[in-house]
Every structure is written in structure tokens, then in C-alpha cells.
């Protein structure tokens, strides 16, 4: 299958401004202290633009300038971190390269294509950004190959009422607060983005690291279940919590313990275990057994009580979607039926509006569509994904944002419905309009393409937030005020921010929770986008793949694994 090229070129022009701003690769995080600018000159190579080609190669000629100008902004700013100037020079070679390969190219055979090298180099870069983020939010004792040298162990004193050991897991976001509903969320949809992505992480080089990124939150959430039908579910309470850094709490933070109510938050513990346990089956057997198991008993927890949660935050009082969500991803794991008979009970063929931490439904309805003959299910994510589409009722910006909720979140909201939109192009459900429409937003938020401008990730593109609500990157070793003057002490590198208004206005103030707030579960959504539609490229026959469809991509199964495990033993 050939990619249409009204898909393809767009996604051609992220890849290649995306270099202009990404430091890749990195082998440690960039330092927080600034240097001088490089000294050097520009390239005399840069004098005159390449020849103009046509085809492919005449995309690559047709951004050339636009690359040129973006290092130029870059090389010879005031000040510049010493990791920023190391990638300007290796970005300096990369255009000599490309000058280079433009000039000889010969259009019309098979050699009218964006390399992969390219390709894969520019959206990695990307990928690598939004992990060094989930990095930069991680609790507990932080192991030897930490890339952040900011961040120092926290959380230490995390523990239950008998003095379990809760250490481990993601903060949500701005504070040091760790809350098992957006933790579960998003690790469930950044494992399907490694699922349905193919070969994006491994062909970037980030397989393994990605692995250990993900392994974090799976192992808290094993840790939170310490004995028969007792799980804990928060540690710290927003509401409560001082602005000030995660390392500079000392003292045991108030834990929240599921025993009689309970059942979203441990449905939605149920599935990120469930997929976990398909992600290492081939990777950790005995691993994913534990997962699994573990799944299991969450879930049984959830479906036997079907009682909402009270008294941590962030928990929804409808519990019916994220009961049918950890039932399906159950039934994926293990091909038992008897999951989809309970997920059944759940099911709604309502449309909801946004797919988010707190709301599963149209997730559930995509993976519904898949594991029974109901039709139904899948006419249900279609009328949700038109509704995002250009057209439907949700309002766009000026610059093109799909801007459901501009009174805060925007951005968070965008990258769900664009993850769920790769996701059901992954079944061929609408795929043409879905991977468009992701295109769109991703372009928008790193301010490129057609939406170029503004970019609301954190050290990429041009005007990125300096000021992201963000304590243990604002502040230096003691926090003072919220407000302090002055851009973030530390780069939180890859964030992606809560976004701007319907009138693409943002003051990149650091006290404003709705537009400039961070958060695990708007970097998930941006992270699994940008893996799936780069994963499907590759297997483009223009790419070099074999021209099958998403769900053909290799190591991807479009239902589900390839053998059921069977009930496994609980393991130490």
C-alpha cells in the first residue's frame, strides 16, 4: 500500500522541522547551568539553497530553508545550555548531509523518499523529549542511570498504615503528589502506543529504554496491592501539598487504602497490569505472569465492590467505563471470555466527549468493536472521532487547535482524541481522516507545519513555555514562591503544557494551573500519537515496509496475542 501523499508529506514536514529544534540523542540530560554561545561560523555550504527537484526530494528542498533558518535562530543566541550548542553543531553536519543528499537526488524511482534515517532521527528526537519528562516525574530512589541531574531521591518516606513500602511511581503532575488513577492511565495508554507503534521505539533506538520507563509505574503498582483485597491508591493530597520540591519532603505523606470502595480506580490498575503483562510476555515471562495475576485480583476487587472511591482526588463518581476498560484489557491478556461477558454489563453506546483519565468510554468501545460482532461499538468511536474532526462540535483556535475545554487542558484533550484516533486508524476506522487529524494537533503542538508557531512542548521549537508549573524544575534547592521571578531554574525537558484559549492566547505564567500546568496523562496521549503514526509509516512500501495494513505491523497483533498464558502462579 502506497501512502497517500496528502497524508504523507505533511507528516514529512514535522519530521524535518522537528530536527531543527530536538536534541537528540541524548546520553545524559542537558545540565541546568548556561554557557556561552557557539563562536563559530555558519557553514559556507548554506550559501545557496539546493536545486529544486520535484517528487519527494523536492519536499526535502522545499524545507531546507525553512531547517537553515531554525539552527540560525539557534546559533548565536545570548545564552545557550551546553547540551542545546553540542546538538546545533551535530544539527550543522545533519544539514550538510541533506544538502547533500538533495543535490543528488534522482527523482521518480526509488529514491523519491524521505529516508528512514532521517525520518526516524527527527520523530525519536521527539519520543526521546517526552521520556526524559516521565523521567523527570519519577518517585522513590532513582537508579545509577537517572538522566536527570535535578532530580535526587524523593518520596522516601512513602508508606502505608502498617508502614508498607510505597516508594516508586510517577507524580502527576506539578507537586508530589502520586495518584493511581492518571498514573494507570497513562502508563496503560503509553503501553499502547509501544503495541500498535511497530517498530517506532526500536527503529529510534529507544526499545529498551522505553522498557525501564514503563517498568517504573508497573512495579509501584504492584507493590500497592500488599495483601488479599488492600490496595493503596494515592500518596500525598493535592489540596494539601505546599509548593515546593518532591526531595524537600521529609516526612511520611498521607496514604489512601481501597478495602471496601474503590472499583475505578482499581478497573484502571487492572488494565495497565493486563497490558503490561502483553507487553513483556516475550521480554519477561515470569514478569508478566505476576502482572497478570495481579491484574486479576484488582480487577476481581473492582467488580465485586462497584463502589466510587471517596475520599482521595481525582477519582470518578461513574465507574462503569473504567469497569468495562479493565475487563477488555483483561480479555486481551488472557483470550477468556468471561471478560467480555462482564465488560459487557458496563457498555453504554453513548458518545462521551473527551477520552481522559476520567472518562474510558470511547477506549473501551474501540477495543469493544474488536472482541464482539456488535457493530454498533464501532459506529459509536466513529461519531466520537467526527466530533473532533474539522466540522463537528468541537470549536477550533485561530492556529487549528481541535480546542474542546480552552478554559484549561486544551492540550491534554487534543493529544487524547488524537490518540484515539491513530488507535482506531490501527483498525481502519476512518484511518485517512483519524491520521490527519492527529497530524494536526501533533503539528500544533510543537508549533510546526501548517500550524506552525507557538510551541507548548518544553525545550522544542520556537517560544516554548519557560514558566511550566512545574515545582522541582522551577525552583533551585528551596523553593520560595509559586510566583518567583524568572523562567524555570531547570529545562523540564519534553512537558507538554495544559495549553492555551480558544483565541490561541497563552501567557506562559507559571501560577496559572489551567493553561501552564503539566501533566503525565497530556504527555501519554502526545507520546502514543507520535509512536503509532510513526510506526505506521515505517511499514508504508514507501518506507520500505511491506505494504500491509497498521494492524500488519510487525510484532503487532491486531486482536489478540498469539497464545492465552495460562493461570500463573503468584511469584515473590
Not at 458496563?346 to 473527551?354: A, G, H, R, S
Not at 492540550?411 to 484516533?421: C, L, Q, S
Not at 501533566?519 to 518506507?543: D, H, K
Request: proline share 6%; hydrophobic share 40%.
Amino acid at each position: 500500500m502506497t501512502a497517500p501523499r496528502t497524508l504523507l508529506r505533511p507528516l514529512l514536514l514535522l519530521a524535518i522541522i522537528a530536527c531543527s529544534s530536538a536534541q537528540f540523542p541524548y546520553t545524559t540530560a542537558p545540565p541546568g547551568d548556561q554557557i556561552e554561545p557557539i563562536k563559530e561560523p555558519l557553514p559556507s555550504t548554506w550559501v545557496e539553497p539546493p536545486k529544486p527537484q520535484t517528487g519527494m526530494c523536492g519536499h526535502i528542498a522545499e524545507e531546507w530553508q525553512v531547517l537553515k533558518h531554525h539552527v540560525k535562530s539557534l546559533h548565536g543566541q545570548g545564552t545557550m545550555l551546553e547540551a542545546l550548542s553540542h546538538h546545533v553543531r551535530e544539527l550543522t553536519e545533519h544539514i550538510r548531509h541533506l544538502t547533500e543528499r538533495v543535490n543528488n537526488c534522482k527523482c521518480g524511482g526509488d529514491e523519491d523518499r524521505f529516508g528512514q534515517e532521517e525520518l526516524i532521527k527527527a520523530i525519536g528526537a521527539i519520543l526521546k523529549m517526552s521520556m526524559l519528562f516521565f523521567e523527570a516525574q519519577r518517585s522513590g530512589p532513582l537508579p545509577a542511570t537517572n538522566q536527570i541531574p535535578w532530580r535526587q531521591n524523593s518520596g522516601m518516606n512513602d508508606t502505608g498504615y502498617n508502614k508498607e513500602n510505597l516508594t516508586g511511581g510517577w507524580y502527576e503532575g506539578a507537586t508530589g503528589v502520586k495518584s493511581m488513577l492518571p498514573m494507570a492511565y497513562s502508563t496503560t495508554v503509553l503501553i499502547v502506543g509501544m503495541l500498535i507503534g511497530g517498530d517506532a521505539y526500536e527503529k529510534t533506538g529507544l526499545e529498551g529504554e522505553m522498557i525501564d520507563s514503563i517498568k517504573w509505574p508497573l512495579d509501584y503498582f504492584m507493590k500497592c496491592h500488599t495483601k488479599p483485597n488492600e490496595f493503596y491508591v494515592q500518596v500525598d493530597e493535592p489540596f494539601l501539598h505546599a509548593w515546593m520540591r518532591p526531595e524537600e519532603v521529609m516526612v511520611a505523606q498521607p496514604a489512601y487504602l481501597l478495602n471496601e470502595t474503590g472499583s475505578a480506580v482499581a478497573a484502571d490498575t487492572a488494565a495497565a497490569l493486563a497490558a503490561g503483562s502483553m507487553l513483556f510476555r516475550d521480554i519477561d515471562q515470569i514478569y508478566a505472569d505476576r502482572m497478570l495475576n495481579q491484574a486479576r485480583e484488582w480487577y476481581k476487587f473492582a467488580y465485586m465492590v462497584r463502589k466510587p472511591f471517596e475520599k482521595a482526588t481525582a477519582l470518578p463518581n461513574d465507574i462503569n467505563d473504567e469497569l468495562a476498560w479493565g475487563a477488555l484489557w483483561l480479555n486481551l491478556a488472557t483470550e477468556e471470555e468471561q471478560y467480555v461477558e462482564m465488560a459487557k454489563e458496563f457498555m453504554t453506546l453513548k458518545v462521551p466527549e473527551t477520552f481522559s483519565y476520567l472518562d474510558k468510554t470511547v477506549g473501551a468501545q474501540l477495543i469493544y468493536s474488536q472482541v464482539s460482532n456488535d457493530t454498533g461499538y464501532r459506529e459509536a468511536v466513529e461519531s466520537f472521532l467526527r466530533q473532533w474532526f474539522p466540522g463537528g462540535t468541537v470549536k477550533y483556535s485561530p492556529r487549528g487547535l481541535a480546542a474542546f475545554r480552552p478554559e484549561g487542558g486544551s492540550i491534554g484533550y487534543a493529544a487524547n482524541a488524537a490518540f484515539i484516533a491513530v488507535s482506531a486508524a490501527h483498525f481502519d476506522i476512518l484511518r485517512e481522516e483519524g491520521i490527519k487529524f492527529a497530524r494536526s494537533q501533533l503539528e500544533y503542538i510543537l508549533g510546526v507545519g501548517e500550524h506552525e508557531g507557538r510551541s507548548f512542548m518544553v525545550a522544542h521549537g520556537r517560544d516554548w513555555p519557560q514558566h511550566a508549573r512545574h515545582a522541582a524544575s522551577a525552583c533551585d534547592q528551596t523553593c520560595k514562591s509559586e510566583d518567583q521571578a524568572g523562567p524555570n531554574t531547570h529545562m523540564l525537558i519534553g512537558a507538554v503544557v495544559a495549553g492555551p484559549g480558544i483565541d490561541d492566547e497563552f501567557p506562559d505564567d507559571r501560577t496559572d494551573m489551567l493553561r501552564n500546568n503539566v501533566s503525565i496523562t497530556y504527555n501519554a496521549g502526545f507520546q502514543s500519537t507520535i509512536a503509532a503514526i510513526l510506526g505506521s509509516l515505517l511499514n508504508l512500501e514507501e518506507f520500505g515496509g511491506d505494504g500491509g495494513s497498521p494492524g500488519d505491523s510487525p510484532g503487532v497483533s491486531p486482536g489478540y496475542p498469539d497464545q492465552a498464558p495460562g493461570t500463573a502462579q503468584p511469584t515473590a
